[in-house]
């Protein structure tokens, strides 16, 4: 199920939050290559800390580790939330990048199809100067 932004910010800090709001559209589209995979690289440290933080929690709460603190974590649910957050956002960056993949993958291969279909009348085109056809 998705959350609301209003809900989303609720479990996340301010530099947190502002990485999840750039994987929203229409932001996440408008992100060069190098700022998508930057966000991706620190949203995915973000939601492995915050995964660690929410077992570490949860085998508090069963008795099973010793507790970080003075005293037992009585619930975990916050951990568990942001954790959902932080990987919804990943989710919709690893889309976006596999979008963009499937976009260039296509035009590569639009770009072969019209040099080996031209190729035979003898015609250099475009597509001819592309280095890497399958």
């Known amino acids: ?11 996340l800090d301010n530099s947190e939050k502002q990485l999840v709001d750039s994987s929203h559209h229409p932001d996440v ?6 700022e998508l995979a930057d966000l991706r690289r620190n949203l995915r440290e973000r939601r492995n800390r915050a995964r660690d ?14 507790p970080r603190g003075e005293s037992r974590v009585s619930e975990d649910a916050g951990s568990r939330e942001k954790l959902s957050v932080l990987s919804s956002a990943l989710q919709r960056v ?6 963009r993949e499937r976009l260039l993958a296509a035009g590569i291969e639009e770009q072969c199809g019209a040099r080996t279909g031209n190729a035979s009348r003898g015609q250099p085109t475009e597509a001819s100067k592309v280095t890497s056809c399958r």
Do not use: H, V, W
């Not at 589209?29 to 190098?34: I, K, T, W, Y």
């Not at 933080?53 to 010793?66: H, L, P, T, V």
């Not at 690893?94 to 979008?99: D, H, L, P, V, W």
């Open 94 to 99: 690893n889309n976006e990048t596999s979008r």
């Open 1 to 11: 199920m998705s959350n609301s932004r209003q809900l989303e910010a609720r479990f």
């Open 53 to 66: 933080i929410a077992n570490r929690q949860r085998r508090e709460i069963r008795g099973k580790g010793a």
């Open 29 to 34: 589209g408008d992100l060069s290559d190098r």
